[in-house]
């Protein structure tokens, strides 16, 4: 109460926004210990992660200009779609420490795998009222709680969706604003229709870096909607449009995979090994088999690869 108070004056004397982290940080509530960095965020992904023009558009546009709203009027809904190894994880957790500024440690993030926290698909009722209280109990302890949901290809149908009234627009309950949660969903479904748009424009000579979002996003939310194995089938998250933006990750080519190899050795202190970043292009697989343009397992093996030739 005298916080309240105390927040009230000062917001009169014109000094509200200080007075208000202040009251925030006192009192534990509000938006907990959330420092966004939205630069870092946006060198980040333009930096270090590579062959993903689309991956760095969506994210740093979607997640600056919720960040910036101070009063969202619905969550932020991120899903990503690709092959393995092209970033997905990577991105994810990206976004964790840019706004957390602790990797993936804090309390308000928080990360699910499907074949550790909803490993069987007799128990979707029990998994789907877990689930839906501990998200209202993050939302309550930190509106800004980021919720991480990996591997959706592995989730039993039905569990998702019993958080879709917390994903539009209305929810505000009480003294729990539920509209500026983020939600990554993390899947390789969908991962057909990425690479075929990525063949196809690479045969007709396009460039890559000219595949356009909205050439997928459609495309990809019928497939998850009607992919039995997506985690989003025939759920009303995606009949309701409440994803905010799919994020399609492009396969990765071998100048790629060389530069995931080259970083690799710089940080063990071998920058200079640039025959070591080669030769690890050179021993990945590449589909298709009559092309081999894109690497099959994206970046995933490169530390092996780097141990096996250093
Ligand atoms: N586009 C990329 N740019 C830079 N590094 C990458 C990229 N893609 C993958 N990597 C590196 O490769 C490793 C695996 O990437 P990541 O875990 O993000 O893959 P993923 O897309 O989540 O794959 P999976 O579907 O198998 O989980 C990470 O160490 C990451 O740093
Ligand atoms: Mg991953």
């Known amino acids: 109460m005298i916080f309240t108070l105390l927040l009230i004056y000062c917001t009169s004397l014109g000094s509200g926004f200080e007075m208000k982290s202040i ?22 992904l333009y930096k270090n992660l590579y062959g993903q023009h689309m991956a760095q558009d969506i994210v740093s546009e979607a997640v600056v200009n919720f960040l910036q709203n101070e009063n969202p009027d619905r969550p932020l809904v991120l899903s990503f779609h690709g092959s393995s190894g092209t970033g997905k994880s990577l991105v994810s957790s990206m976004i964790g420490r840019h706004i957390y500024g602790t990797a993936m440690g804090s309390p308000y993030i928080h990360q699910f795998i499907p074949t550790l926290h909803f490993p069987s698909a007799d128990r979707v009722l029990q998994y789907r009222s877990d689930l839906k209280r501990r998200v209202e109990k993050s939302l309550t302890a930190c509106a800004r709680s980021i919720f991480i949901f990996d591997e959706m290809e592995k989730m039993p149908p039905g569990v998702i969706d019993v958080l879709e009234p917390h994903l539009g627009p209305y929810h505000i309950l009480f003294q729990t604003n539920y509209r500026k949660a983020i939600y990554i969903f993390i899947s390789s479904a969908g991962e057909e229709i990425v690479n075929r748009i990525a063949l196809e424009s690479r045969r007709a000579g396009r460039d890559r870096e000219e595949i356009q979002p909205d050439e997928l996003e459609d495309s990809i939310a019928d497939a998850v909607y009607n992919n039995k194995n997506s985690g989003f089938y025939h759920s009303r998250i995606i009949t309701e449009k409440l994803i905010t933006r799919f994020v399609p990750f492009l396969p990765l080519l071998r100048r790629h995979v060389e530069r995931c190899a080259q970083r690799e050795l710089c940080q063990r202190g071998e920058c200079q090994r640039k025959d070591v970043a080669s030769a690890v292009g050179g021993a990945m697989n590449y589909t298709p088999n009559d092309s081999k343009y894109f690497s099959s397992t994206g970046c995933k093996l490169v530390p092996a690869k780097v141990n096996l030739f250093l």
């Not at 925030?24 to 939205?38: A, E, G, L, V």
């Open 23 to 44: 009251f925030c940080s006192i009192s534990d509530s509000c938006d907990c210990d959330y420092k966004p960095d939205i630069k870092g965020l946006e060198w980040d």
